[in-house]
């Protein structure tokens, strides 16, 4: 068992079952979308954007994590594909199938951070859409959620750096003081890195 069946391995939604506030505004009109969501935990945004009307797909890690997104969508009588995957491990996704691929503390080990990014970039059809919302190395101030390890967080200049391998355009990608009541594990101001991206090609 790994570090997150054991974290998700309890009755308790420990992120909350409502969406991501950043997913909320950035795809909260989207419909008939193709979306994969990488390192998805236990559904909260899959649920809500197969409730928008999306063909929503996820790759996750654990296990346990993934049977809790299942009883989740069943909940709502929504269908969620799922799919026990590394997202750190090279073609973890399919490439060039999802008109939307989304990241929500997707933090994995440094050494892993390169491949989780080429997999959320690669599995989008040019035109498609990157989302993401990842703690900041200042999360560590607020201690209001995220792994207590710095290089499993992130800072702007190395995200830049990520991204410029692929021909993509930068819509949005800032830094900022956000509010965040997410189950028991992110509650309160915390420091994230958002961003909205196209792939061009």
Same mark, same amino acid.
């Given at each position: ?9 309890? $009755? ?21 979308? =193709?979306?994969?969501?990488? +390192? ?32 989740? +969508? +069943? ?6 594909? #799922?799919?026990? =995957?590394?997202? #750190?491990?090279?073609? +973890?996704? !399919? =490439?060039? #199938?999802? $008109? ?8 994995? !080990? ?37 792994? !207590? $390890?710095?290089?499993?967080?992130? $800072? ?46």
């Amino acid at each position: 068992m790994n570090h997150w069946d054991e974290k998700f391995r309890t $009755d308790e939604y420990i992120y909350g079952v409502e969406p991501n506030e950043w997913v909320r505004t950035v795809l909260g009109s989207e419909q008939g979308k =193709r979306i994969a969501l990488l +390192a998805e935990g236990e559904g909260r945004n899959a649920v809500y954007l197969a409730r928008l009307g999306n063909q929503v797909t996820t790759y996750d890690f654990s296990k346990e994590g993934i049977e809790k997104m299942e009883r989740l +969508a +069943a909940s709502e009588d929504m269908t969620v594909d #799922t799919n026990l =995957r590394d997202i #750190t491990i090279k073609d +973890a996704v !399919p =490439r060039k #199938t999802y $008109d939307i691929g989304v990241n929500i503390f997707g933090h994995v !080990p440094a050494e892993g951070k390169l491949q989780m990014f080429t997999n959320l970039v690669e599995c989008v059809k040019p035109g498609g859409l990157i989302v993401f919302e990842l703690y900041s190395k200042e999360q560590l101030e607020y201690k209001t959620g995220g792994p !207590p $390890d710095m290089n499993m967080l992130y $800072d702007l200049d190395e995200i830049r750096g990520h991204l410029e391998r692929f021909d993509v355009e930068v819509i949005h990608l800032e830094k900022e003081v956000v509010l965040r009541h997410e189950g028991r594990m992110h509650n309160g101001k915390a420091s994230a890195i958002q961003g909205k991206v196209r792939k061009l090609k």
